[in-house]
């Protein structure tokens, strides 16, 4: 992690966030790395997480010279309820986000709504028979409505078993039975950490950790992956095709609209009403070429994969893609919106459009969006868009150049059908060693780390050494700006890897979606599991997130430990304050779970560390290193 970033230079590694972080520089426009330099030195009890705020007898702030709060709280304990809130915060989210998707589904299915469908009925179908839900002689919405009340119950506390925990590995399930750590409702989960955080609850470090792991699980094999699986089902399962990546992707001519968040359910109306002819006429009407929609963070990742929508930015382009001065109109869901947006936007005539009542934006105007009104709505705000297009200063506007090309759209779906039916081939070039193992690298931005400078080189080191890399939510951004996602890219990669993607004609690195579609990558895990008849803990697997920033990315790394799968983290959680809670992540876990967190800021020491895990892995299967 930089220390002390100060030049444009030493805050990104791309020339297109070079060129607006001079233009803002040049315009008085304050970016997140500038308030960073005013927030620096950070306090160092939050950062060591002995700071507690849990009530009114603090404040609290444990030191040597006061090492209890006034309660009596260590700062183990002070430490590990504040990650277990992390990890609920964060749990919460992607899960929340499910229940929107079920939500659609739910109203689909009650013919509540014309303005979605189900675009994939052969997989509702085929996961609703996997849940054991009749399907046979049964109309496709009659299925859907059991499905979404089945998934409805994965929230409650009703059900015997999370829907999703059939798909886990027998000797996985039986750790966490053990452990006491299946997790059950995913609302019940991420309630009981809040009761268990409550002052003079749960007291003890490594129970309250163990909680965080089970919230985490229910997060990752229920929350999100239930988001993906309704996602696919409404929306369509990825299948690769091409885009494009940068800022190049705003158009000078056009009106440009981008969308920000995650949810699908906003943005894929937003792709309808785009290209609407009348709204298309409209802008030709006002002197526009056409309407141009692109895509920021994660629900640029879920359009990207599903439309091929083109990518602006990832989570530190955000502000950033303001500055070119021609964006009409961003429109946002939620997660990862940075409130400066609005702020940004004032100083061009961006508006901002805020979508869901639960993610209101002081500044930004409103437009609801709900079940029967989607597409009503989406024409509303690519009208307003329209509107603002005759407000742009087309003398202030300035495009970085040069769009890079990548390849999306990799689900599960798509590589077993490329395998021939079965993770079988892949396991093979597993054990012949020309797949020496898989990683999935995911997260974020950070402004304290040179953008991408570590989710880049990871990558790209990894894949030399003949490691297949799975790339969800930001760092996908960052590995399609490096000309990383395409197939001609196997020739950075080692000679095992280039030869068995190149025979599928498939890049080294895989785009697998948005932040919660690391319920893909869970799901795969326990594929290649099952096949081999061992845990996930047993494969040459890891998880990295390099410049990870928000709960949801903590709560993901937690779930893959949890899950069995090494994780490595370019910095630690707030933990550091308790030696308890910082063993238990980088060593007591790999006891108890068969993984833990492993932290490297170096994204070559990081690629070594990595490395290591997986010859371990490979020995343990008795395969060649
Ligand atoms: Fe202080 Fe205990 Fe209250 Fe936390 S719960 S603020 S440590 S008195
Ligand atoms: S958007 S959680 S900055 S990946 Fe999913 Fe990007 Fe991290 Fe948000």
Known sequence: MAKTIQTIEEKSIWEDARQMLRRAEKEGIETAWDRLVQQTPHCSFGESGVCCRLCTMG?????????????????????????????????????????????????????????????DEAKLLR???????????????????????????????QLEELSFLSRVPAKRK?????????????????????????????????????????TSLADGWAGSMIATEVSDILFGTPSPRKSLANLGVIKKDQVNILVHGHNPIV?????????DPELIALAKEKGAAGINLAGLCCTGNELMMRQGIPMAGNHLMTELAIVTGAVELIVVDYQCIMPSLVTVGNCYHTKMV?????????????????MDNGMAQAKKVVRMAIDRYALRDQARVEIPEGPVELVTGFSNEFLLEALGGTVTPLLDAIKAGKIRGAVAIVGCNNPKYQQDF???????????????????????????????????????????LKEICGSLGIPPVLHMGSCVDNARILQLAALLADELGVDISDLPLAGSSPEWYSEKAAAIGTYCVASGIYTHLGHPPNITGSEVVTNLAL???????????????????????????????????????
């Open 354 to 370: 805020t979508t869901a009542d639960k993610a209101k934006f002081a500044g930004a105007e409103h437009v609801k969006f709900e």
């Open 59 to 119: 404040p609290c702030r444990v030191s040597k010279k006061a090492p209890l709060g006034v309660c009596g709280a260590d700062a183990d304990v002070i430490v590990a309820r504040n990650f277990g809130r992390f990890i609920a915060g964060g749990s919460a989210g992607h899960s929340d986000h499910g229940r929107d998707c079920i939500e659609a589904l739910h109203a689909v299915a009650h013919g509540e709504t014309d303005d979605y469908t189900i675009k």
């Open 587 to 625: 060593t007591g876990l790999d006891e108890l779970v068969g993984a833990c967190f492993g932290i490297e800021p170096d994204p070559f020491k990081a690629a070594e560390l990595i490395d290591e895990r997986i010859k371990l892995k490979r020995r343990g299967l008795g395969l060649g290193e």
């Open 127 to 157: 996961i609703a028979a996997e849940l054991g839900i009749a399907v046979d002689g049964r109309g496709v919405l009659e299925v859907a409505k059991d499905l979404s009340e089945l998934f409805f119950a994965n929230y409650g506390s």
């Open 454 to 496: 570590c989710n880049v080189n990871l990558t790209r080191e990894l894949i030399k050494k003949d490691i297949l890399v799975l790339v969800t939510g930001c760092v996908t951004t960052a590995a399609g700006k490096a000309g990383l996602l395409v197939p001609e890219a196997i020739e950075m990669a080692g000679p095992g």
């Open 267 to 275: 943005s894929e109306k937003i792709v309808e009403a785009v290209n």
């Open 174 to 214: 039986a750790i966490w039975r053990n452990l006491g750590i299946t997790p059950r409702g995913v609302d019940r989960e991420i309630a009981e950490m809040m009761h268990r955080t409550h002052m003079g609850c749960d007291n003890d470090a490594a129970n309250t950790m163990l909680h965080s792991a089970r």
